[in-house]
């Protein structure tokens, strides 16, 4: 990602020796109408984070398809990614323990 013109840094915890840059995907100016996925993974306590984003979303006029992954252990299957992908026009992973 570009630094210079966000002012942030993300740091990507897989081990890269070299980092990449990487840019933003186009970015909406209102989630109205949008529909957004929201992605638990099964961890504790996820689902009530999800819950209150779910209401927060809601009331910014976008709709809210819920997802779950069936382990926090292992990758969403394919079948879920894809499901997602063409549902969503973006996607919230919930981590919370």
């Known amino acids: 990602m570009d ?3 966000t ?9 890269e ?7 933003l995907s186009p970015r909406s100016a209102s989630i109205g109408g949008l529909t957004i996925g929201l ?3 099964n961890k504790p306590r996820g689902d009530v984070f999800l819950d ?6 809601g ?4 709709t809210v398809l ?3 992954k069936p382990t926090f252990t292992k990758p969403a299957p394919a079948d879920l990614r894809h499901q997602i992908a063409t549902q969503c026009d973006a996607v919230i992973e919930a981590l919370a323990d």
């Open 3 to 5: 630094e210079s013109k």
């Open 66 to 68: 819920r997802f779950a």
């Open 17 to 23: 020796s070299t980092p990449t840059k990487r840019d």
């Open 59 to 62: 009331q910014r006029g976008a």
């Open 52 to 57: 209150r984003l779910e209401e927060h979303l």
């Open 7 to 15: 002012g942030i840094t993300l740091l990507d915890p897989t081990s």
């Open 39 to 41: 992605l638990d993974i």
